[in-house]
């Protein structure tokens, strides 16, 4: 703090201008977390399940011969597959806002901070 209550504007100026510079790059990495395909699989392989890096689901694809075991066989593997993809959707958009931050903690919703 400068004198009179004031804060140091050189510290004020550089939090403006990283606050500045995140803002410029947040709409790159949106796109960019748009454009990818992140897959999950079940634990067997049979299911798969796509998001993008902003959690948006994809598609679906499940194996023929998973649709013949049944109506129960075949949830079990798509959440399973779902929740792999979810993870790794999660997981690769924390690490992506981490570098675009520089490691500041914002403690943003929805991102586990």
């Excluded at 410029?24 to 392989?45: R, V, Y």
């Excluded at 066989?73 to 675009?100: D, I, N, V």
């Amino acid at each position: 703090m400068a004198g009179f209550g004031l804060p140091n504007f050189g510290q004020l100026t550089e939090a403006f201008k990283k606050a500045q510079e995140i803002q410029q790059n947040a709409q790159a990495l949106q796109d960019e977390l748009d454009g990818m395909e992140i897959e999950g699989k079940s634990s067997d392989g049979r299911a798969s399940v796509w998001l993008s890096g902003n959690q948006q689901p994809l598609r679906v694809r499940l194996d023929p011969a998973l649709l013949q075991e049944g109506q129960q066989a075949s949830e079990t593997a798509t959440l399973e597959a779902l929740q792999a993809a979810y993870e790794q959707s999660t997981a690769t958009m924390k690490g992506r806002m981490e570098e675009l931050t520089g490691g500041l903690n914002l403690n943003l919703p929805g991102m586990g901070g």
